[in-house]
């Protein structure tokens, strides 16, 4: 039929549950949170929305047009999208996915109301397994999305794209030393590194480090200089401008 299948609260229970609609399927609560269920899985024409966690035994598959909350976990053996991946304010939390996740059509993350979506390295899709991405466009939504990025990280599998990498939405770029992520065109990043070899220094930073450099030891007065090396990077894509008053030493920026 095509009238919409609502599951207003939690479902448990170790069975298979096959929901067949060409309308709504909404799922407003926790899906095998006290006893797992076997399988989910929706057909298609319709469209789904998840707005808990999943918890199956086995596999779950969402035929149809999915929108998911990027606060849910989806945990089974193999978890398929066969008409696209709907993240919605995937700025607040990260969709976490325990198994393999295959995703065929779109991918597309709306982001409301924040300004630095993915700030202190949040991933906005964690997999522990492989991530597959079928064919996939990747669009990208955000009021202000200063610094925004999309990341699809995968905790202990692999990561596949299409053979052809996604057109990035307009005003973006895909990251020179990571294309799993999405960046601004036009904005600058800075990065200042030291040790040999050149550690990236994070920033925020506070801990004296050998590895980078930061850390210059023990010293008493009239002992010799300690002398230590660090490059400024900017691997941004825009125009990196640096206020720097007279630091007495030879300054190199690349």
Do not use: C, W
């Given at each position: 039929g095509?009238?919409?299948?609502?599951?207003?609260?939690?479902?448990?229970?170790?069975?298979?549950?096959?929901?067949?609609?060409?309308?709504?399927?909404?799922?407003?609560?926790?899906?095998?949170?006290?006893?797992?269920?076997?399988?989910?899985?929706?057909?298609?024409?319709?469209?789904?929305?998840?707005?808990?966690?999943v918890?199956?035994?086995?596999?779950?598959?969402?035929?149809?047009?999915?929108?998911?909350?990027?606060?849910?976990?989806?945990?089974?053996?193999?978890?398929?999208?066969?008409?696209?991946?709907?993240?919605v304010?995937g700025?607040?939390?990260?969709?976490?996915?325990?198994?393999?996740?295959t995703?065929?059509?779109?991918?597309?993350?709306?982001?409301?109301?924040?300004?630095?979506?993915?700030?202190?390295?949040?991933?906005?899709i964690?997999?522990?397994?492989?991530?597959?991405?079928?064919?996939?466009?990747?669009?990208?939504?955000?009021?202000?999305?200063d610094?925004?990025?999309?990341?699809?990280?995968?905790?202990?599998?692999?990561?596949?794209?299409?053979?052809?990498?996604?057109?990035?939405?307009?005003?973006?770029?895909?990251?020179?030393?990571?294309?799993?992520?999405?960046?601004l065109s036009?904005?600058?990043?800075?990065?200042?590194?030291?040790?040999?070899?050149?550690?990236?220094i994070?920033?925020?930073?506070?801990?004296?480090?050998?590895?980078?450099?930061?850390?210059?030891?023990?010293?008493?007065?009239?002992d010799?200089n300690?002398?230590?090396?660090?490059?400024?990077?900017n691997?941004?894509?825009g125009?990196?401008?640096?206020?720097?008053?007279?630091?007495?030493?030879?300054?190199?920026v690349?």
């Amino acid at each position: 039929g095509n009238a919409a299948v609502s599951f207003g609260g939690t479902v448990d229970g170790a069975r298979d549950l096959t929901v067949n609609t060409t309308g709504a399927t909404s799922f407003g609560g926790n899906v095998g949170s006290t006893t797992a269920l076997n399988s989910v899985t929706t057909n298609t024409g319709g469209t789904v929305s998840i707005a808990g966690n999943v918890t199956t035994t086995t596999t779950q598959t969402f035929n149809e047009a999915a929108t998911v909350t990027a606060s849910s976990a989806l945990m089974g053996t193999d978890i398929a999208f066969g008409d696209g991946l709907d993240l919605v304010d995937g700025g607040t939390g990260t969709l976490t996915v325990t198994g393999n996740l295959t995703v065929a059509g779109a991918v597309d993350v709306e982001i409301t109301g924040v300004s630095n979506p993915t700030a202190d390295n949040t991933d906005l899709i964690v997999v522990t397994g492989n991530l597959d991405l079928i064919n996939a466009t990747v669009s990208f939504t955000a009021t202000t999305p200063d610094d925004a990025s999309i990341t699809f990280a995968t905790a202990t599998g692999t990561l596949t794209v299409p053979t052809s990498a996604p057109t990035p939405p307009t005003g973006y770029v895909y990251d020179t030393t990571d294309p799993q992520v999405l960046k601004l065109s036009g904005v600058p990043e800075i990065d200042i590194e030291g040790g040999t070899p050149a550690q990236s220094i994070a920033d925020g930073d506070t801990t004296p480090d050998s590895a980078d450099d930061t850390d210059f030891g023990t010293h008493t007065e009239g002992d010799a200089n300690v002398v230590r090396t660090f490059s400024i990077n900017n691997d941004g894509t825009g125009d990196l401008d640096l206020l720097i008053a007279d630091i007495g030493a030879p300054l190199e920026v690349s």
